[in-house]
């Protein structure tokens, strides 16, 4: 029989991967661009081949400190809830590891990322807590955020986390479904679509699954709109964190009017219609 690579292996350097994962170099600063147009970061590389891998091999152990294989370890496991680590020195791996394994499944890889586990609620996945001492958190609220202060705090040093990623939404754009998304040195905020709250209910699609799930996530007076967003790390002072979330939160005091919303300071980027789908 003819061995068959059938398992993502991502290979990465226990020295070095802290000070890379905290980097704000782009691939090109590396020499490593698949051409002209390739605008990746070298984080946003390392996040997509850890987080869709099924072994991570962490080399140079022995070269590394202490406290670098530690953090290693934490980048790793905050990134992806499943994959294997083999620690190893020269990337010796045995064949067995990676060869024939039948870890790869197309369909699940998406399933991989600790990320999309804890928001989404995989029913297989047991949250993290003590391995490494990785801790993953979902805040989930219902009325919007103000602009200018989840701004602010999407913009701040967020200790201990390690990678955040989820949807939310401002007072002053109610139609717009907006991603938050944190590897390491870089964070993003970008639009991903609509509400179904904002879209009238007469040109929602004819499927009944879509129609049932919609309604699913439906609560007044806001519909589907909501935060939901996974913070992973170790070391987060949850209770911190999740009290300057909550100060972001326009109170009930300001009412449920969207209109009255609509008149807040807002330092996020204009976004036009044809960058998210309607």
Known sequence: DVARLDTMVTV????????DFSSHDFLCDRGETLGEEDERTLVHLLTDQI???DVVVLNKV??????QVDAARKIIRSLNA???IIETDYSEVAPSDILNTGLF?????????????????????????????VQSFVYRARRPFDPAKIHALLNATLPGVIRAKGHFWIGSRPNW?????????????????SWWASIPQERWPDDERAR??????????FGDRRQEIVFIGAGIDWPQLKQWLDDCVLPEEAGDDLGAFA????????????????
């Open 12 to 19: 990465v350097d226990a020295v070095n991967l802290l000070n």
């Open 51 to 53: 987080e869709f891998s």
């Open 62 to 67: 022995s070269a590394a400190r202490p406290q």
């Open 82 to 84: 499943d994959a294997r």
């Open 105 to 133: 499944d197309f369909e699940k890889a998406h399933e991989h990322p600790q990320w999309a586990k804890e928001l989404y609620g995989f029913a297989d996945h047991v949250p993290e807590t003590e391995e490494y001492g």
């Open 177 to 193: 479904v907006l991603e938050f998304s944190l590897a390491g040195a870089l964070s993003s905020v970008s639009p991903l679509g």
């Open 212 to 221: 049932t799930y919609a309604r699913s996530l439906w609560v007044e007076p």
């Open 263 to 278: 008149g807040l300071a807002d330092p996020f980027p204009s976004y036009q219609r044809s960058e998210a789908a309607a």
